[in-house]
């Protein structure tokens, strides 16, 4: 279980764990399971984890002033699930996590996350690492919805993310891209031609 996590890591820096770096994290990570449909996270609950996904998938969503449900996020192996901004200020969170299929994760809390980085070098690299592509993915995924056809976003989707593509059902791919589900059963369709 822990070799997931431990072949992340090293995708993401230039040096290899020591074996001590790797008891280090097997002490600060606990196993996780959650069963489809259970919650991670529900909204108005202060994010006291981020979870690493062994095996599973999750998602992130909230209801908008209608209250109809949005997907913002989906999460599956080798991603790290959790609300930002409950997790770095321990605020109650807008959002909810649940699991889409049954889940294991190894989960941390945010101080046992920065304490293990002063201790694991490549820990802190790897979160520098995962910052930075995460702010460029918003990034891109702002752009895409403010000035892409829908079109053009599901081909965007369906290129970064294919593993989303038979994990989630086409209602949440829409959510996640702002579109109804109709328009994407109308992209899908012309994209097959």
């Known amino acids: 279980m822990y070799n997931n996590l ?5 995708r993401y820096t230039n040096t290899e764990l020591t074996a001590q770096e790797e008891d280090l994290i097997k002490k600060a990570f606990a196993p996780k399971r959650l069963r489809k449909k259970q919650f991670f996270l529900q909204e108005g609950d202060v994010c006291r984890y981020t979870g690493f996904i062994i095996k599973g998938a999750m998602r992130q969503c909230c209801f908008d002033t209608k209250g109809v ?18 997790f770095t200020f321990m605020t109650p969170s807008k959002y909810s996590i649940q699991a889409w299929e049954d889940t294991h994760l190894l989960i941390i809390t945010r101080e046992g996350m920065l304490e293990l980085a002063t201790k694991v070098p490549s820990l802190l690299e790897m979160l520098r690492t995962m910052d930075d592509r995460h702010a460029i993915a918003n990034q891109k995924r702002v752009s895409m ?3 892409c056809t829908a079109e053009k976003r599901y081909e965007d989707f369906a290129a970064s993310y294919p593993q989303f593509i038979n994990r989630f ?19 899908r369709k012309q994209s097959l031609r």
Request: charged fraction near 20%; hydrophobic fraction near 40%.
């Open 6 to 10: 431990f072949n992340y890591i090293s």
């Open 69 to 86: 449900e949005q997907t913002v996020n989906f999460f599956v192996e080798d991603y790290w699930a959790d609300e930002r901004e409950s």
């Open 145 to 147: 919805s403010i000035g």
């Open 169 to 187: 059902p086409l209602h949440q791919i829409a959510s996640f891209l702002g579109i109804t589900k109709e328009t994407l059963s109308r992209v």
